[in-house]
């Protein structure tokens, strides 16, 4: 490509390149100032400046680099380097400043009009109406491929004239050099030159990395697939990312092509140029909580202020509410999807805030449907089954494209920040389970396959099923019953265990709740069943795990330092290295309860509370009274009075620890 302007559009341009200085150096003077102060001048440095701004104060401009942004945005630039220039001339002392050749003038849309659906379509709505405008794409990034160099731009000279004149290469075409026909010298007389040679040491290179984005599965239907596409980074832009990030990116829709070659069909991929690139790791919700809704939480605790666990109880009747009863999971859900508080120490050492949640159990007990409702709870989910994934769709797998291997996402890594659900759990092979240890744990996956090392962020609340192996004996410890070791048991905050044993009183209300649905939920108290609906439940989540952050109580460590003392001294040698992970789980757990009670501190009752989600698991000795079978834990119609009969019978097992008064374990969780 040549670039070459006619003399007619010359003015035009050099005004457009005026009125763009003068709008840079009215509302960005101090950006410019910071790069003009930078030391190293072959750096490439982003000018960002806001789309809304542009629009208020120059409509016009802000139209033509929407419409034409393959012609302005280098126009732009070129502006920002004569807005160097004034801005230099103005400087007095003039030695600490050094004028920078590559200053890239980036357009961030946020809060303008471009972010219509008309221009932020979602990746599979992209249409050839697209091309040639300024477009914005919205997705996560499954792959990203290594960093490249690249030609920019070369000059050649005319044998004949002398005319010298820059070519851009085809990015569409691979890059490729298309010198023009004759010489494109505007002199009086046309030169008609057609030999040219090639200008030594002209060559300015581009760093270049291509990625692959992918639209989020929370915003398709059933049925549907969700559409990728190429976007490709240049100069300040590249290793800005890396996959499993969420990001909004706005450049120009463009196609490679290949070349011509006969009987071969000429393929177009699309891809995006980008211009810039924000990532949204830290806004991954998009659920809107107005001030009225937070008035009808505070309200509503409020109401339930005396029987507090009644209204915890209304919450938790709101998850999955198509299955009956089933207390203890739903509460296991709903503390599973809230968490805990991330720990740091002081040497950097991170606990993990998020817990996990297994439910094993027998078919038709209702695992897969607590999967699906969670995931519609969660801002960000990624759904999977364990016969279906290998190791490298949970993780991260190496591909090669076009010669190149690139890094592709799995299900942990583009469920970062949110919820990861494996139903059919024990179908994965043991290989692949032992590749999630680490993401479960240190919420990290380290990569090192075809070369490419490196770490990803993998901050995941993983929420499994799987049913046991044959008839569930209960005199055999859960690894056997499972297939799954005791490791990756272990990494598990909750594991509950549903058996569908013969209970004639228990398949009768079954029986009469399906049946008879409709007429319960006529009877049922409609207050709560219309302020406790999927929305609702959704937005109290978001809004409880974003605003409090719970901390223990004098009582509450008591508490949970002497039940950790007594698992530990009823614990075998083996078992007692798995009861720090336990001492975690609980912290968490009461965190989370915290939180759902709408509290900013951690209380002994949210203690006792975690204290019967860990002793409702089957992977712990039941120390203290057994809640029971999971499957056929109800809802109590007074909650408060029940649990002020376990909460006496607890206190009173934890009485026969000596050192009650004593918090030794959570300083031994503190020094890890």
């Given at each position: 490509?040549?670039?070459?302007?006619?003399?007619?559009?010359?003015?035009?341009?050099?005004?457009?390149?005026?009125?763009?200085?003068?709008?840079?150096?009215?509302?960005?003077?101090?950006?410019?100032?910071?790069?003009?102060?930078?030391?190293?001048?072959?750096?490439?440095?982003?000018?960002?400046?806001?789309?809304?701004?542009?629009?208020?104060?120059?409509p016009?401009l802000?139209?033509?680099?929407?419409?034409?942004?393959?012609?302005?945005?280098?126009?732009?630039?070129?502006?920002?380097?004569?807005?160097?220039?004034?801005?230099?001339?103005?400087?007095?002392?003039?030695?600490?400043?050094?004028?920078?050749?590559?200053?890239?003038?980036?357009?961030?849309?946020?809060?303008?009009?471009?972010?219509?659906?008309?221009?932020?379509p979602?990746?599979?709505?992209?249409?050839?109406?697209?091309?040639?405008?300024l477009?914005?794409?919205?997705?996560?990034?499954?792959?990203?491929?290594?960093?490249?160099?690249?030609?920019?731009?070369?000059?050649?000279?005319?044998?004949?004239?002398?005319?010298?004149?820059?070519?851009?290469?085809?990015?569409?075409?691979?890059?490729?050099?298309?010198?023009?026909?004759?010489?494109?010298?505007?002199?009086?007389?046309?030169?008609e030159?057609?030999?040219?040679?090639?200008?030594?040491?002209?060559?300015?290179?581009?760093?270049?990395?291509?990625?692959?984005?992918?639209?989020?599965?929370?915003?398709?239907?059933?049925?549907?697939?969700?559409?990728?596409?190429?976007?490709?980074?240049?100069?300040?832009?590249?290793?800005?990312?890396?996959?499993g990030?969420?990001?909004?990116?706005?450049?120009?829709?463009?196609?490679?092509?290949?070349?011509?070659?006969?009987?071969?069909?000429?393929?177009?991929?699309?891809f995006?140029m980008?211009?810039?690139?924000r990532?949204?790791?830290?806004?991954?919700?998009?659920?809107?909580?107005?001030v009225?809704?937070?008035?009808?939480?505070?309200?509503?605790w409020?109401?339930?202020?005396?029987?507090?666990?009644?209204?915890?109880?209304?919450?938790?009747?709101?998850?999955?509410?198509?299955?009956?009863?089933?207390?203890?999971?739903?509460?296991?859900?709903?503390?599973?999807?809230?968490?805990?508080?991330?720990?740091?120490?002081?040497?950097?050492?991170?606990?993990?805030?998020?817990?996990?949640?297994?439910?094993?159990?027998?078919?038709?007990?209702?695992?897969?449907?607590?999967?699906?409702?969670?995931?519609?709870?969660s801002?960000?989910?990624?759904?999977?089954?364990?016969?279906?994934?290998?190791?490298?769709?949970?993780?991260?797998?190496?591909?090669?494209?076009?010669?190149?291997w690139?890094?592709?996402?799995?299900?942990?890594?583009l469920?970062?920040g949110?919820?990861?659900?494996?139903?059919?759990?024990?179908?994965?092979?043991?290989?692949?389970?032992?590749?999630?240890?680490?993401?479960?744990?240190?919420?990290?996956?380290?990569?090192?396959?075809?070369?490419?090392?490196?770490?990803?962020?993998?901050?995941?609340?993983?929420?499994?099923?799987?049913?046991?192996?044959?008839?569930?004996?209960?005199?055999?410890?859960?690894?056997?019953?499972?297939?799954?070791?005791?490791?990756?048991?272990?990494?598990?905050?909750?594991?509950?265990?549903?058996?569908?044993?013969?209970?004639?009183?228990?398949?009768?209300i079954?029986?009469?709740?399906?049946?008879?649905?409709?007429?319960?939920?006529?009877?049922?108290?409609?207050?709560?069943?219309n302020?406790?609906?999927?929305?609702?439940?959704?937005?109290?989540?978001?809004?409880?795990?974003g605003?409090?952050?719970?901390?223990?109580?004098?009582?509450?460590?008591?508490?949970?330092?002497?039940?950790?003392?007594?698992?530990r001294?009823s614990?075998?040698?083996?078992?007692?290295?798995t009861?720090?992970?336990?001492?975690?789980?609980?912290?968490?757990?009461?965190?989370?309860?915290?939180?759902?009670?709408?509290?900013?501190?951690?209380?002994?009752?949210?203690a006792?509370?975690?204290?019967?989600?860990?002793?409702?698991?089957?992977?712990?000795?039941?120390?203290?009274?057994?809640?029971?079978?999971?499957?056929?834990?109800?809802?109590?119609?007074?909650?408060?009075?029940?649990?002020?009969?376990?909460?006496?019978?607890?206190?009173?097992k934890?009485?026969?620890?000596?050192?009650?008064?004593?918090?030794?374990?959570?300083?031994?969780?503190?020094?890890?």
């Amino acid at each position: 490509m040549v670039t070459e302007m006619g003399t007619s559009s010359s003015s035009s341009t050099s005004d457009h390149i005026h009125a763009v200085g003068h709008f840079l150096l009215r509302h960005y003077s101090h950006p410019l100032r910071s790069i003009l102060l930078s030391p190293d001048p072959l750096l490439h440095y982003p000018l960002i400046i806001d789309f809304a701004e542009l629009t208020e104060a120059n409509p016009s401009l802000a139209y033509l680099l929407f419409s034409q942004p393959t012609q302005f945005l280098p126009l732009f630039d070129e502006a920002a380097h004569l807005a160097q220039d004034t801005m230099f001339k103005g400087i007095k002392d003039r030695n600490s400043v050094i004028l920078k050749d590559f200053v890239h003038v980036r357009i961030n849309i946020s809060g303008s009009p471009l972010e219509f659906p008309e221009t932020f379509p979602s990746i599979g709505r992209v249409r050839v109406k697209h091309r040639g405008i300024l477009l914005t794409l919205k997705g996560t990034v499954i792959r990203s491929g290594a960093i490249k160099m690249i030609e920019g731009e070369r000059e050649y000279q005319c044998r004949k004239c002398k005319h010298i004149f820059k070519i851009y290469p085809e990015l569409e075409t691979g890059n490729s050099i298309r010198l023009p026909t004759s010489c494109p010298s505007k002199g009086a007389r046309p030169c008609e030159g057609a030999n040219f040679q090639f200008v030594e040491n002209s060559i300015i290179c581009h760093d270049y990395q291509e990625i692959k984005i992918q639209e989020s599965t929370q915003v398709l239907g059933v049925g549907s697939i969700p559409r990728s596409i190429t976007i490709i980074l240049k100069d300040d832009l590249v290793d800005m990312v890396k996959a499993g990030d969420d990001i909004i990116v706005t450049g120009v829709l463009s196609a490679k092509w290949s070349p011509d070659l006969k009987d071969v069909r000429c393929d177009l991929d699309p891809f995006l140029m980008a211009n810039h690139v924000r990532r949204t790791n830290e806004l991954k919700s998009d659920i809107d909580i107005p001030v009225d809704v937070v008035k009808k939480f505070e309200q509503f605790w409020l109401d339930f202020k005396d029987n507090p666990l009644k209204g915890r109880n209304a919450i938790l009747q709101g998850i999955c509410p198509q299955v009956f009863g089933l207390f203890t999971v739903k509460l296991a859900v709903a503390l599973t999807l809230i968490g805990g508080v991330q720990h740091i120490d002081a040497s950097g050492t991170k606990v993990r805030g998020e817990s996990h949640l297994l439910l094993v159990g027998d078919p038709g007990t209702g695992k897969s449907q607590f999967l699906k409702f969670a995931a519609k709870l969660s801002n960000r989910s990624v759904i999977t089954t364990g016969l279906g994934s290998t190791s490298a769709g949970l993780t991260v797998t190496a591909v090669k494209d076009g010669g190149e291997w690139m890094l592709e996402a799995g299900a942990l890594v583009l469920a970062d920040g949110g919820l990861c659900c494996i139903d059919e759990f024990d179908s994965m092979r043991e290989h692949d389970r032992a590749t999630i240890h680490e993401a479960m744990e240190q919420q990290t996956i380290s990569i090192a396959k075809a070369g490419l090392v490196t770490t990803l962020s993998t901050r995941t609340i993983v929420f499994g099923a799987t049913n046991p192996k044959g008839q569930y004996d209960p005199n055999q410890p859960l690894s056997v019953n499972t297939t799954l070791s005791g490791p990756l048991l272990s990494r598990f905050d909750i594991v509950l265990v549903l058996l569908d044993t013969k209970n004639p009183e228990w398949d009768a209300i079954v029986s009469s709740h399906i049946l008879f649905e409709k007429e319960d939920t006529e009877k049922s108290d409609e207050d709560l069943t219309n302020v406790w609906t999927l929305p609702m439940v959704r937005r109290y989540i978001h809004y409880v795990k974003g605003y409090f952050k719970p901390v223990l109580t004098k009582e509450a460590k008591r508490v949970i330092s002497s039940y950790y003392q007594l698992q530990r001294r009823s614990a075998t040698e083996n078992a007692a290295r798995t009861t720090v992970r336990m001492l975690e789980s609980l912290i968490r757990l009461a965190q989370a309860h915290a939180r759902l009670m709408f509290r900013n501190e951690v209380t002994r009752l949210d203690a006792i509370a975690a204290i019967l989600c860990i002793e409702s698991s089957m992977t712990t000795s039941a120390i203290v009274d057994s809640v029971g079978n999971a499957l056929h834990s109800h809802f109590t119609e007074n909650p408060d009075q029940e649990f002020a009969k376990q909460e006496k019978v607890i206190l009173e097992k934890l009485k026969s620890i000596d050192d009650y008064s004593d918090s030794n374990g959570l300083e031994e969780l503190n020094c890890r």
